[in-house]
């Protein structure tokens, strides 16, 4: 279940650098990475409950985490609710089952409502 983290780019993160290569300076360029970002932030909050900003750092926190289990969730995470990944993409992804993936994202959802709660 082990994520090659360095190597793997999001798709969200690929358009995002594309868009800034092509026209960094333009306005237009700008308000196409905010409304993805709104898209994908309003997404996440509707399925998690969490703020998107606080859901990122905790995340984060879980990526840079010695823990398989929390790495593997946040990946998950951001294959579902930042990548727009489907169940089965995400089960290719990680090399795992599909019914693995929807337990891993059920999991790591009750974990940052848990830890938002705070």
């Known amino acids: 279940m082990m ?3 360095y ?3 999001s798709r969200y993160q690929e358009i995002l650098e594309d868009v800034r290569h092509q026209q ?4 237009v360029s700008e308000q196409l990475i905010a409304g993805l970002t709104e898209d994908r932030g309003d997404y996440f909050v509707e399925r998690t409950g969490v703020d998107f900003a ?3 750092r905790l995340l984060g926190e879980w ?3 010695s823990e398989i289990e929390l790495r ?3 990946a998950a995470m951001r294959y579902r609710y930042i990548d727009g990944f489907g169940y089965d993409q995400i ?3 990680m090399r795992i089952g599909r019914g693995e993936v929807e337990n891993l994202l059920e999991r790591a959802k ?3 409502r848990k830890r938002d709660q705070r």
């Open 54 to 56: 606080e859901g990122l």
């Open 3 to 5: 994520l090659n983290h």
């Open 24 to 27: 960094p300076e333009d306005v």
């Open 63 to 65: 990526e840079a985490s």
């Open 110 to 112: 009750y974990h940052l």
């Open 91 to 93: 089960a290719q992804q």
């Open 72 to 74: 593997d969730r946040a």
């Open 7 to 9: 190597n793997r780019r």
